[in-house]
């Protein structure tokens, strides 16, 4: 368990005045919270292999626009009011 001294040693670094029972609660706190960290280092250590299968593969691939989506645009395109070779016209903003 974690001493009254280190808590408020922890407190006087942190620019933090505690009561007597503000320290006694950041004492059981932070001592349960030290016990968690134990738990968590007698954890099972991940393999290089359990590492790699999370990797993506062939994550930089070449853009390219599939057939449906190349039939969709000219619907769109073909269905706008007002248009100019592949490119739908619009009012200027600026």
Do not use: C, W
């Not at 922890?10 to 320290?23: F, H, S």
């Not at 609660?25 to 292999?49: C, E, G, H, N």
């Not at 009011?81 to 619009?90: F, G, L, R, S």
């Amino acid at each position: 368990m974690i001493t009254k001294e280190e808590v408020l040693r922890i407190a006087k670094l942190a620019r933090l005045q505690l009561t007597d029972q503000e320290t006694e609660k950041m004492q059981r706190d932070l001592s349960s919270i030290l016990d968690y960290f134990d738990v968590l280092k007698k954890a099972p250590k991940a393999t290089k292999a359990a590492k790699g299968e999370h990797e993506k593969k062939n994550a930089l691939r070449k853009d390219e626009v599939g057939q449906k989506f190349a039939s969709l645009a000219n619907n769109l395109i073909q269905a706008a009011p007002d248009k100019k070779d592949d490119y739908i016209k619009v009012k200027q903003v600026f």
